[in-house]
């Protein structure tokens, strides 16, 4: 099980690859969106903003207000981030539960 510090730094790996998109793909494939992590295994909510600017993390925010909710393990967050588990497989394999509209699915396949 990973700790919520190494599911953290898993996400700010994302925020990091974000920060190197070029202007044009930043703004076909990102819009702001509030989003909400949770890992099962720890209890633990992560909150997020997604804008054009990158990936905040915006703890103290109320995670029923995500227009993003994903749902998985520890160790299954920090293996989609570094490319051990396609975003596909742990969806469709029922790994991520994911909360959002098909519009915004989408997008996350890119961004992961």
């Given at each position: 099980m990973a700790t919520e510090e190494e599911c953290r730094?898993?996400?700010?790996s994302i925020a990091a690859r974000?920060?190197?998109l070029d202007e044009e793909t930043r703004r076909r494939h990102i819009v702001d969106r509030r989003i909400t992590c949770h890992l099962t295994d720890l209890g633990v909510d992560i909150a997020m903003l997604l804008h054009i600017g990158g990936l905040d993390f915006a703890d103290g925010r109320d995670p029923s207000a995500a227009q993003v909710r994903?749902?998985?393990l520890s160790?299954?967050?920090v293996a989609l981030t570094d490319g051990r588990l396609p975003f596909t497989q742990a969806w469709l394999g029922g790994r991520a539960k994911i909360e959002a509209s098909v519009t915004d699915l989408l997008r996350l396949r890119h961004l992961l």
């Open positions: 730094t898993a996400l700010a974000l920060d190197a994903i749902e998985l160790d299954d967050l």
